[in-house]
């Protein structure tokens, strides 16, 4: 009779302690907890002013910490990165019971991102509001022990994996200098800043063989005679890039994603923050999987198709900016033509060729169009939080090409850099959708 009872009693515990777990459970299984993170990150990148490169760098390795618990977790799904990114080795498999790979994949997310921003209190802030609702919820300090140990675990190797990018030794590279011939790159108002990471095709790829697998044909050859093909490409900017009204000026200040504009008030300064170029994309990312109905594992390994080809893009682009070192328009305009025009929005301080936009949009509509398919329409309310109104696109393609266009509306770069841009990032995103494996 007592051993019965023990038994009955032990059987109520289990069926209590899970009843208990339930909503916490439930909670790791919505892909919003996810996307929270996401938001937390590009927050913080967008408060640190990351460079669109830099931050490229930022999104992809916690994504892909991730994304590796998740494959181990859903092996009949997934398909790990190990042996397909470069360098990159399995990570440790888990052995231990108790733990809850997805808040083992949330964790190892927080904890590298967290080692790759600079203001890592708003990341620990973000980890602990979290973590007590999910305490709340019912989480036990059993689990969030275990779960959060593998987390840390596999974060430490997809840190020492990190650490050999080649990230760290450019940043004691040295600058650019300024060429005198009129054809290359100087900087432009109002502040004239130095060439941003001259040395980015140093950096490991991470599907593509090197930074030069795919260099777009070479720029127009520079001429400031009236007839020649680059000075009718100059005076479209001039004509179109200073003067637009209505849709085009919308355009352009929608897909602006300059992370540091600054303004100037006669003797006052001050900047505005915003979202990355390739923020932008995993913005979109987030809001086309939650559309979708993905589960927490899917949207995790959307995100991390997404980041990957967004690194691997603005590697293979700035290796090209900084070969051909191509002038900006605002330079020959200010110097040949009108001295007083000035583009809708703030050039950029690096070189225009190819176009940033072109090629990372591009590279990033065909990874969520092999997700997703070729006519997924969708609102776009990433540029809300920074007070410009929803955009909406019959598919991602749609919404790259309309990317690529705004920076001729914007002023900031020549046709021909759009145009070879998006072939640029065609070549980047079939090559990584042919070749990157991640679903069985």
Not at 195 to 218: C, F
Not at 327 to 332: G, I
Request: hydrophobic fraction near 40%.
């Amino acid at each position: 009779m007592r051993l019965k009872i023990i038994c009955f009693c032990l059987t109520l515990i289990s069926t209590t302690a899970c009843y208990e777990n339930v909503a916490y459970q439930e909670k790791l299984k919505d892909p919003a907890i996810y996307n929270a993170a996401m938001k937390q990150l590009t927050d913080i990148i967008v408060h640190d002013i990351f460079s669109p490169p830099a931050a490229s760098r930022v999104y992809s390795y916690p994504n892909i910490a991730a994304f590796e618990i998740i494959a181990q977790a859903y092996p009949d799904d997934f398909i790990s990165l190990s042996g397909q990114l470069t360098d990159l080795l399995t990570i440790p498999k888990n052995e231990d019971p108790v733990v809850n790979m997805h808040l083992a994949a949330l964790h190892a997310f927080l904890t590298v991102g967290t080692e790759l921003i600079f203001s890592e209190e708003k990341m620990h802030e973000f980890q602990n509001q979290t973590y007590q609702a999910l305490k709340v919820d019912g989480l036990s300090q059993r689990v969030l022990k275990s779960s959060t140990k593998y987390g840390d675990l596999v974060a430490s190797h997809i840190l020492k994996w990190a650490d050999g990018d080649h990230y760290k030794e450019t940043r004691t590279d040295f600058k650019y200098s300024i060429r005198s011939q009129p054809q290359y790159w100087k900087p432009t108002p109002p502040d004239y800043m130095e060439g941003i990471e001259p040395h980015w095709n140093k950096i490991r790829t991470m599907v593509l063989d090197s930074a030069q697998q795919y260099i777009p044909k070479p720029p127009l050859l520079f001429s400031m005679d009236e007839n020649s093909l680059f000075f009718k490409e100059l005076m479209e900017v001039y004509t179109i890039g200073g003067q637009v009204e209505n849709q085009g000026e919308d355009i352009a200040k929608f897909w602006d994603c300059n992370p540091y504009v600054s303004h100037h008030r006669g003797h006052a300064m001050f900047a505005t923050k915003k979202i990355t170029p390739g923020g932008h994309w995993m913005e979109i990312s987030s809001i086309a999987t939650s559309q979708a109905g993905f589960t927490y594992a899917e949207t995790i390994h959307a995100h991390a198709r997404v980041a990957i080809s967004l690194f691997d893009a603005f590697i293979s682009c700035w290796d090209e900016k900084w070969r051909s070192v191509v002038v900006r328009p605002e330079t020959l305009i200010n110097e040949y033509i009108d001295e007083d025009w000035a583009p809708l929005l703030q050039t950029p301080p690096f070189p225009e060729y190819t176009s940033g936009h072109s090629v990372i949009s591009r590279a990033a509509a065909l990874t969520l169009t092999e997700l997703l398919g070729n006519d997924f329409s969708f609102e776009d309310t990433s540029e809300m939080a920074y007070g410009l109104p929803r955009r909406s696109f019959d598919s991602f393609l749609q919404a790259s090409e309309e990317a690529a266009l705004s920076r001729l509306y914007g002023g900031i770069h020549y046709r021909m850099a759009i145009d070879n841009g998006l072939d640029q990032g065609d070549a980047v995103g079939n090559y990584i959708n042919n070749t990157l494996k991640t679903r069985k």
